[in-house]
C-alpha cells in the first residue's frame, strides 16, 4: 500500500522519463548535436533529473558517440570523454594544490607585514642591531681572554724580576 504522494511522484518521473526519450529520439533523427543539457532543455528537465538516472545518461552519452553524417563529420567515444574528464579532475587537483600553496604564503608574507607595522615584530634595523651586539659581545669575550692572559705574563715577568732583584741585592759581589 502506497501513498498517493509516492504515486504521484513515481508518475512524474515517467512522464519526464518519457519526455528525455522523445527528446533523444528527436535529437537523433534531427542530426544535432546531443549533449546533456541541449537534451534536458529539450525535454523540459532538470539536468540532475538525467544524472540521477544513470541509465537515461548511459544512453545520452551513446547517442552522443553516433556519427549522424549530417553535421558531425567525427564521433566523440566515451573514452575520450572519460579521459578528457579524467585530465581534467587531474588539473583540478593540481591547480587546487597550487592555489593552497599560494595561499598559505600570502597568509604568511601578510602576517608578517602586519606583525612589522603593529610594532609587535622586530623592524629590520632592529634585527641588524641585534646580530651587531651579539657580535660585538663575542669580540668583547675574546678581547678579555688575551687581556686575562697578558695580565698573567706581566704578573709572572714582575715576579721573575723582583726575584732577580732580591738575588742581586743578596748576593756577595754587591758592594
Do not use: C
Not at 50 to 58: A, G, K, N, P, T
Not at 91 to 111: A, C, P, Y
Not at 136 to 152: A, D, M, N, P, Y
Amino acid at each position: 500500500m502506497t501513498s498517493p504522494m509516492v504515486e504521484g511522484k513515481r508518475a512524474d518521473s515517467a512522464r519526464r522519463r518519457e519526455r528525455v526519450l522523445q527528446a533523444l529520439e528527436a535529437a537523433l533523427r534531427g542530426g544535432q548535436d546531443i549533449t546533456v543539457s541541449g537534451l534536458a532543455r529539450a525535454a523540459r528537465v532538470d539536468r540532475t533529473f538525467l544524472y540521477r538516472h544513470r541509465d537515461l545518461l548511459e544512453r545520452v552519452h551513446a547517442a552522443a558517440t553516433i556519427p549522424t553524417g549530417l553535421g558531425r563529420t567525427a564521433a566523440v567515444s566515451k573514452a575520450s570523454l572519460q579521459t578528457d574528464l579524467a585530465n581534467a579532475l587531474e588539473r583540478n587537483t593540481r591547480l587546487t594544490v597550487r592555489i593552497q600553496q599560494l595561499e598559505k604564503r600570502l597568509s604568511e608574507d601578510f602576517g608578517m607585514t602586519v606583525w612589522t607595522e603593529s610594532g609587535l615584530g622586530a623592524s629590520a634595523d632592529l634585527d641588524q642591531l641585534q646580530r651587531r651586539i651579539s657580535a660585538l659581545e663575542q669580540e668583547l669575550v675574546h678581547s678579555q681572554g688575551e687581556l686575562e692572559e697578558r695580565t698573567q705574563e706581566l704578573e709572572a715577568a714582575r715576579a721573575a724580576n723582583r726575584e732577580l732583584t732580591r738575588a742581586l741585592n743578596q748576593s756577595p759581589h754587591a758592594t
